[in-house]
C-alpha cells in the first residue's frame, strides 16, 4: 500500500492508569490512543488513496473473510472454513452463521459480492481495483468490457457460501483478502441511503469496532461492536485515530500520556527515543520502499529517458539511509525490497559505479538531452508534509545541484498529495509503498500499464509481458524468474529512482499487550489490551 497508504470519535483519558479484567472477558474496558500519520479518504474503500494510516483505521472497522492475527498470520474471519479446487481456481468459502454487521443485520456472500463489483466499478475509479485482478472478469469489468454480473464471485446457499473463481491459481490469495479492498460492503445501506451510506448516522461495519465520530483532521473514534461475532474476546472499549503528521508533536504528546501509540516516529529521534524510552520504542525489518516518481507523460521533462537517468544516478542512497536519516532506513538500490518471499531483488545498473563515475555520466546525459547553463532544467519536486519528506527532498535536491538541476519543492498533507500525484500534477514526486502481501507482485504491480498507483505513467510492453506471464505461471521457480527479469527492465529504464528501504518505527505504550512487531506493520486494534 503507498501511502503509501490515514478520524471520529470521543476523546479519552489516556489509559496509562487504567485497569482491564481478562482478555476473554474484561471487566472494565479501555480506549486506545493512536497517533496515525495522515486523514482517511473515506469508509467507501474504492474511495481510498492507499496509505498505510488508512489500513490502520479500516482493519478495525471492517473485516473479511480473513483478518490477521497480532503476528500477521491469516486467520479466519467472516469465514470459518474453505476449500480450494484441485486447480488452485475455485475457493469455496463458508461465512459463520453469527456474522452481522454493527446495525444487526447479517453478513452474506452478496455482500462480498456486491463490494467487490463496487469496487471494480469503472465510475468510482478506485485506485486499488487491480487488486481484485485475479478474480475471473474483474479487470475486464474494471475496464468497462463486461458487466458487473460477470464476476467470478458467487452468493450461494442463501448467502451463507461464496464461490470464488479465478483466472489462474493465485499463490497469494488468501493473503490478498486481507487486504481492504476484499471487504464486504452493506448492500442494504447503499440500496437505501446511496453514496451516503458512509455518514456517521447512517453507517455500518463488520469488524470488531464501529464508527461514532469523524472530526476532520483531528480524529475518528470508534466502539466496539455488541454485534461483533467475537465481542467477548475484545479488550478495547474503543480507539482513537488522531491525525499527527507533526510526528515531533506526536513524540510530545505520547511522553504525557495522550497516545498509546505513535505511528512512524521521525528517523531524526530514534537514538534520543531509544536513550530516553527504550521500552516504548520499536525498530524492526518492514516491506516497504520508498521512491522518488517521475513522470513520463508527454511534456514533462522527466519524459526523457537520459533525464531520469542522470538523476537516479547522482542520489546518494547511503548518505541518505545513514547520514539523513541516522540509520532508520537501509539504502534501496532496487524496486522490491529485501525479505519478500521467495524472490532475489535486482538492482539498478550503477550500483557498483563510484560516484565520481555516476555524476560524471550523468553530466554528459544531461548534455544529450540538451540541457545546460543556458537551459537549465527545472523540476518541480511533491512531497506530502513531513519533516523528513522534507529533509530527504532537500538532500536530494542539493544532490541534483551540481548537475544545473534547478528544483522547485512543493508540500502538501498526505491525501491531498497523492491525488495531485494520481493526476499527473508533477515532474519528481515521493512515493512510498508498504506491501499488502508478501509476494514481489505486490510491488511491482505498481509500474505495470494502467494501475492506478502507476503515478509516473510508466509503460513497457516488454514489462507488462512479464509481469501478465508470472500471473499466469505455477510454477514458483519460473514465476521468480520471470518478475525478475520484468524488475530489471523496469530499473534499466529508469523507471523509478528507488531511495530507501523501510523499518518499522512505532511508539508504543509498555503498558499494552498484544502488540507485536511484524514485516507487515499492521496491528489489529481487536487483539490488543491494556496490562493489568
Known amino acids: 500500500m503507498p501511502f503509501p497508504a490515514l478520524p471520529r470519535g470521543f476523546y479519552a483519558v489516556s489509559a496509562l492508569a487504567l485497569a482491564i479484567g481478562s482478555l476473554a472477558a474484561p471487566a472494565q474496558a479501555e480506549t486506545l490512543n493512536i497517533g496515525v500519520i495522515g486523514e482517511l479518504a473515506s469508509f467507501d474503500t474504492s474511495q481510498v488513496s492507499g496509505g498505510t494510516w488508512e489500513s490502520d483505521i479500516l482493519m478495525d472497522v471492517f473485516e473479511g473473510l480473513v483478518k490477521q492475527s497480532a503476528d500477521g498470520e491469516v486467520l479466519p474471519g467472516m469465514a470459518t472454513r474453505w476449500e480450494v479446487s484441485d486447480d488452485g481456481r475455485t475457493y469455496t468459502f463458508h461465512l459463520r452463521d453469527n456474522a452481522k454487521w454493527s446495525d444487526g443485520e447479517p453478513v452474506t456472500a452478496e455482500d462480498f459480492v456486491f463490494g467487490w463489483q463496487h469496487l471494480l466499478a469503472p465510475k468510482n475509479a478506485s485506485k486499488y481495483a487491480y487488486m481484485l485482478y485475479p478474480i475471473a472478469n474483474a479487470e475486464a469489468i474494471n475496464t468497462g468490457k463486461q458487466p458487473a454480473e460477470s464476476l467470478g464471485a458467487k452468493s450461494l446457499d442463501d448467502g451463507k457460501t461464496l464461490e470464488v473463481t479465478l483466472n489462474q491459481a493465485t499463490p497469494y490469495f488468501l493473503q490478498l483478502l486481507t487486504h481492504y479492498t476484499a471487504y464486504p460492503v452493506p448492500k442494504h445501506l447503499v440500496d437505501k441511503y446511496g453514496r451516503d451510506w458512509v455518514k456517521m448516522d447512517h453507517i455500518a461495519t463488520n469488524g470488531a469496532f464501529h464508527p461514532v465520530q469523524w472530526v476532520s483532521q483531528s480524529r475518528i473514534s470508534v466502539e466496539k461492536s455488541s454485534t461483533y461475532y467475537a465481542a467477548d474476546e475484545v479488550a478495547l472499549d474503543g480507539v482513537n485515530y488522531y491525525t499527527t503528521e507533526d510526528r515531533n508533536a506526536g513524540i510530545s504528546r505520547f ?9 512512524e516516529y521521525p528517523s531524526s529521534r530514534y537514538q534520543w527515543l531509544k536513550e530516553n524510552l527504550p521500552k516504548a520504542t520499536h525498530m524492526g525489518p518492514y516491506l516497504g520502499n520508498y521512491y522518488y516518481v517521475f513522470n513520463m507523460r508527454d511534456g514533462r521533462p522527466t519524459a526523457d529517458p537520459k533525464v531520469r537517468e542522470a538523476l537516479n544516478l547522482a542520489i546518494r542512497r547511503e548518505v541518505l539511509a545513514k547520514q539523513i536519516m541516522a540509520g532508520t532506513f537501509l539504502p534501496a538500490f532496487a524496486f522490491v525490497p529485501p525479505g519478500v518471499s521467495h524472490y532475489q531483488h535486482q538492482p539498478v545498473p550503477f550500483k557498483e559505479m563510484s560516484i565520481d563515475e555516476r555524476m560524471a555520466k550523468a553530466k554528459a546525459l544531461l548534455e544529450e538531452a540538451g540541457y545546460g547553463p543556458d537551459h537549465p532544467l527545472t523540476l518541480r519536486l511533491r512531497y506530502n508534509t513531513s519533516d523528513e519528506h522534507k529533509k530527504i527532498a532537500i538532500a536530494v535536491a542539493a544532490m541534483w545541484k551540481p548537475l544545473g538541476v534547478d528544483v522547485q519543492m512543493q508540500q502538501a498533507e498526505a491525501t491531498v498529495h497523492y491525488q495531485s500525484i494520481a493526476q499527473g500534477d508533477f515532474d519528481v514526486a515521493r512515493a512510498a509503498w508498504v506491501a499488502d502481501y508478501n509476494d514481489a507482485e505486490n510491488f511491482l504491480t505498481l509500474l505495470h500499464t494502467g494501475v492506478g498507483n502507476n503515478y509516473g505513467a510508466y509503460s513497457n510492453p516488454t514489462y507488462d509481458k512479464l509481469m501478465d506471464q508470472a500471473a ?8 521468480e524468474t520471470l518478475l525478475e527479469k520484468a524488475e530489471q527492465t523496469a530499473m534499466d529504464d529508469n523507471a523509478v529512482a528507488p531511495l530507501l528501504f523501510y523499518v518499522t518505527r512505532n511508539l508504543v505504550n509498555p503498558e499494552l ?17 491494556f496490562k493489568d
Open 513 to 529: 499487550q498484544g502488540w507485536q512487531d511484524n514485516a507487515m506493520d499492521n496491528h489489529p486494534s481487536r487483539w490488543v489490551s
Open 472 to 479: 499466469q505461471t505455477l510454477d514458483l521457480d519460473a514465476r
Open 255 to 263: 511522553r504525557a500520556g495522550e497516545l498509546d501509540v505513535l505511528r
